[in-house]
Structure formats: C-alpha cells, structure tokens
C-alpha cells in the first residue's frame, strides 16, 4: 500500500538559521518554527507548537542568508523520524520536517537594495539518477 508524508506549515523563526557542513562538504541548515494554533483553548490562549526544521543544499545557504529570528516563513517537506544515544547512554528520538521548499513571507530588515518581500527557494529533481540541486527564485510581491 503507498503512503503518503507531506507537511505544509507557516509560522515564525524562533531563533537565526543555524547553518553547518556535513564532512562531505553538504550545507545544511536548521531553523525552529513557531506555528500558532487557529483557535483558543478552553481558557482562551491560542497555544503554539515549535517544530525543526532540516533544509539541505543551496536552500539551506540562501535561509542562514536571508532569514533571520522572528521571519515568517512558509515551508512545505516530510516528516522524518531518527534515534540514537545520548552522551549518556540514554536513547533518544526526534521528528522534524524536511523542506523541499521554503518561502520567506514577510519584510526583512536588512539593507534596502536586497529583496524586500518574498524569496522562494524550491528544490527540483528532475532526474532521480541524477544530484539533487537547488533553485531560488526572487519575486517583489506588492
């Protein structure tokens, strides 16, 4: 039977990109998301949830460039669930998101001559033999 792992979120960085080299030379990034519930609970708070997300390649480049603490963000990727040991001997787990793409939503408040309101970066397959690689695309939306 096929399955299906998608994820869609919006929210706001809790915290600047952190981004790091496998020993292979990769980028890879992680950004921690807050995303907002659409309702309150029963005592009137929306409540939020905060999520990792991982980001790979010339995407996770362009996020540590353009993204910063409190950036909205759109992110669409898979879940991934991953375990091992601790330091000490304890064995832990976590699940995150994989972006396959991430739309930087929202002004920046960086220097005026860069872009101001919407960064997409989108990763392609378009051969599955072939590398993965990373496209950005820069549209000023008004």
Do not use: H
């Not at 939503?105 to 997409?120: A, F, K, T």
């Amino acid at each position: 039977m096929a399955g299906l792992n998608s994820v869609v979120l919006i929210g706001n960085l809790t915290r600047d990109p952190e981004l790091r080299y496998t020993p292979g030379g990769l980028p890879v990034a992680t950004l921690r998301l807050a995303v907002s519930r659409n309702f309150a609970n029963q005592q009137g708070v929306v409540e939020t949830d905060y999520f990792n997300v991982i980001v790979w390649r010339n995407q996770a480049e362009k996020c540590a460039e353009y993204l910063s603490k409190g950036r909205q963000v759109a992110v669409t990727g898979r879940l991934q669930s991953r375990s091992w040991e601790g330091s000490d001997g304890q064995k832990r787990s976590t699940v995150e998101i994989v972006a396959d793409r991430v739309v930087f939503l929202g002004r920046r408040d960086r220097r005026e001559d860069e872009i101001d309101d919407l960064v997409e970066v989108n990763l392609v397959d378009d051969d599955l033999s072939s590398d993965l690689e990373a496209r950005v695309e820069d549209e000023v939306v008004y």
